[in-house]
């Protein structure tokens, strides 16, 4: 276990807020670098945070992928923690009060994400830290129907952690 506070750094920051009428996505390798580099009085990041959507970690990514990953990642001295699930429609999931299909999708993407965590612990790199998600809902859908959305929202949630006990 790592000494508490562990110092990550949240590398979706590099993603998020990006888009066609804006800045290009700052690509892994400089992000992992700006993050090795980094220090203040002599404190450094621990490791990093991982949201696993392209264009930094494919959520399908095989074995091999990230074991490449890994190697970057240990290369630089630093280890995973957190992870991302991409549960949000455009990264493929759904809100987990939307139809069913939508929360078929959310569950999905914990699955993969799951996964991706597992073969990073095997691989050593990852020893502690989640997999986050969210609701993937605006509070103005939720308001619509507030109980309706939160019995959706936790039948998905519970749905989530079978998938995440299922994994160790």
Request: glycine share 10%; hydrophobic share 40%; aromatic share 6%.
């Amino acid at each position: 276990m790592p000494k508490y506070p562990a110092l990550h750094n949240a590398m979706w920051p590099g993603l998020v807020g990006k888009g066609p009428d804006s800045e290009p996505p700052i690509d892994l390798d400089t992000m992992l670098d700006l993050t090795a580099a980094a220090t203040v009085g002599g404190v450094k990041f621990e490791g990093v945070d991982l949201f696993l959507f392209d264009p930094h970690v494919n959520i399908d990514a095989s074995d091999d992928d990230l074991k490449k990953l890994a190697d970057k990642i240990a290369a630089r001295n630093l280890v995973v923690g957190s992870l991302v699930a991409p549960v949000w429609p455009p990264t493929g999931g759904g809100s987990a009060m939307g139809s069913e299909e939508e929360r078929a999708n959310f569950v999905t993407q914990v699955k993969k994400a799951c996964r991706i965590a597992g073969v990073l612990n095997k691989l050593g790199i990852r020893k502690y830290g989640v997999v986050r998600i969210d609701s993937a809902a605006s509070p103005s859908e939720w308001a619509k129907d507030p109980a309706g959305n939160q019995k959706k929202i936790a039948k998905t949630f519970s749905e989530a952690c079978d998938v995440a006990a299922a994994h160790g």
